[in-house]
């Protein structure tokens, strides 16, 4: 009965995937912003802490897409998710009164 238990608890976590990382716009790091991460139908949502970093975990993988809210505009990137987590360095830049969401 433990062996069971034991890789049910083991494959349950490997099915968790998701993604820390930090936002920033210029050189000034974003605290307190909406981060949502979305892998199918599954949405994780957060928000940045005091220093800019987030930490958001799917029960999914594969190609996903994160998004942050600034500024009453919304902007996305695709990401992809493994069994382990995946770090991304993530900047807001405005280009044409827009906000586009890129990877440094």
Request: with cysteine.
């Amino acid at each position: 009965m433990f062996a069971t238990l034991v890789t049910t608890v083991f494959a349950a976590a490997s099915m968790l995937s998701g993604i820390t990382g930090d936002l920033r716009l210029g050189e000034k790091y974003l605290a307190l912003i909406p981060v949502q991460l979305k892998c199918g139908t599954e949405v994780v949502e957060g928000k940045t802490d005091a220093a800019g970093s987030f930490h958001l975990t799917a029960k999914g993988g594969g190609k996903c897409q994160v998004s942050v809210t600034y500024e009453k505009q919304t902007a996305a990137l695709d990401v992809v998710l493994f069994d382990q987590p995946a770090r991304y360095r993530l900047q807001l830049e405005l280009k044409d009164g827009k906000y586009v969401l890129k990877r440094v």
